[in-house]
């Protein structure tokens, strides 16, 4: 086979055990093999995207065939999958991963490492270094596992399905090891999972470890700002997505902070997504819809019409895209139009009949919750 290096595209992580018995062995992987292939240079998509996507497209629990797997790379807009197996035999634990480009049948040399379980965060991080190239950076030579103590403690809880679960499980392990970035990282998506914003602000915002890379500093206050989002502190979220807007500017960045001006009533904030609209990034449709959805309470809809036709030729069945269509031509008096978007909008949706008035306090924007590598 071709061996494969992961130094271009979107990367996700498909990562299941090779026996029944229960493990955290795999679920630990999912969480940091993604950190250590950002660390090297890699754009990967977090453990807490790939499973909410995997819920979102009814894929079971457990190992994937490989046209799942796949699948569920295309949905998060991967170019490349990575595949890892995981076995624990006693107190050894193997890891063999497997990389294949998403739209090309071509897959890389499978890479297997075998350690002693206690040394599990070393083997995820040296199944990095020989899943990227030769030349990429080898900069997570900071970024240390979690004490055998606080990983022991953590176990069960990176293993249950249930997010709140996994978010009181993972802050009980950082209790024992409050310097880990990699325990804290995986505490604040459980509790952004289980929509427990104030526990996942708290979590983000405690001050990192003076070890913690730089980079997975930035993961941290991005994550803060998002839950602030989510909780509608959205002074506070302008705060922190500004100050990383000015340390470095992505599609992700600029949409958050879109989202949290356009809710402070910013009256150009729509100007902030057309920002992001110039970034290669593969949330390029949601952005569209922030954008339109700001311009129409800006009293823009004239010019909001075309973001939205593209949004709706890109994704056709997205009932919100159709809704904004019927908002805008109702704020133009735009009649026999706005009944024929209707029409559209009950053909995709029709639990959204009592959503024809726009309605500011509904909230429909669309927050990030990671950045992308990509430049405009």
């Known amino acids: 086979m071709t061996a494969l290096a992961l130094a271009a595209g979107l990367t996700v992580i498909s990562a299941s055990n090779t026996t029944a018995a229960p493990s955290w062995t795999c679920p630990y992987a999912a969480e940091r093999l993604p950190r250590a292939l950002a660390l090297r240079g890699d754009d990967t998509v977090s453990a807490m995207e790939t499973r909410t996507s995997r819920k979102g497209l009814s894929l079971p629990d457990g190992a994937l065939s490989r046209a799942s797997a796949l699948s569920l790379a295309r949905a998060l807009g991967g170019s490349k999958l990575v595949v890892v197996r995981c076995q624990d035999d006693r107190d050894q634990t193997v890891l063999e991963a497997q990389a294949f480009e998403v739209d090309l049948p071509i897959a890389g040399v499978a890479v297997r490492v075998a350690r002693p379980r206690a040394e599990v965060g070393a083997a995820i991080d040296e199944l990095a270094a020989r899943l990227t190239s030769a030349s990429a950076p080898d900069s997570g030579a900071g970024f240390r596992a979690p004490s055998p103590g606080a990983l022991a403690r953590a176990g069960s809880a990176l293993a249950s399905p249930n997010a709140l679960d996994r978010a009181r499980g993972l802050a009980a392990a950082l209790d024992v090891d409050p310097a880990s970035v990699d325990l804290r990282l995986s505490a604040v998506e459980a509790a952004i999972e289980a929509r427990d914003f104030d526990a996942a602000i708290r979590l983000a915002t405690a001050p990192p470890s003076p070890d913690t890379p730089g980079a997975l500093s930035r993961v941290l206050r991005f994550l803060a700002g998002a839950a602030q989002l989510e909780a509608?502190?959205?002074?506070?979220?302008?705060?922190?997505?500004?100050?990383?807007?000015?340390?470095?500017?992505?599609?992700?960045?600029?949409?958050?902070?879109?989202?949290?001006?356009?809710?402070?009533?910013?009256?150009?904030?729509?100007?902030?997504?057309?920002?992001?609209?110039?970034?290669?990034?593969?949330?390029?449709?949601?952005?569209?819809?922030?954008?339109?959805?700001?311009?129409?309470?800006?009293?823009?809809?004239?010019?909001?019409?075309?973001?939205?036709?593209?949004?709706?030729?890109?994704?056709?069945?997205?009932?919100?895209?159709?809704?904004?269509?019927?908002w805008a031509f109702r704020a133009l008096n735009r009649e026999p139009e706005r009944a024929t978007a209707w029409d559209r909008l009950m053909a995709v949706a029709p639990s959204f009949a009592s959503l024809g008035t726009p309605d500011l306090a509904r909230r429909l924007e669309r927050i990030f919750l990671s950045e992308r590598a990509h430049t405009p």
Do not use: C, W
């Open 232 to 326: 509608g502190r959205y002074v506070a979220a302008s705060e922190t997505f500004g100050s990383l807007l000015r340390t470095s500017e992505t599609a992700a960045v600029l949409n958050n902070l879109g989202v949290a001006r356009f809710r402070l009533r910013d009256p150009d904030a729509s100007s902030l997504f057309s920002r992001a609209g110039s970034f290669a990034d593969d949330r390029q449709n949601d952005i569209s819809f922030n954008r339109a959805l700001a311009m129409l309470f800006e009293g823009k809809a004239e010019q909001a019409l075309p973001v939205i036709d593209r949004a709706i030729e890109a994704a056709p069945g997205d009932a919100q895209t159709h809704l904004l269509k019927v």
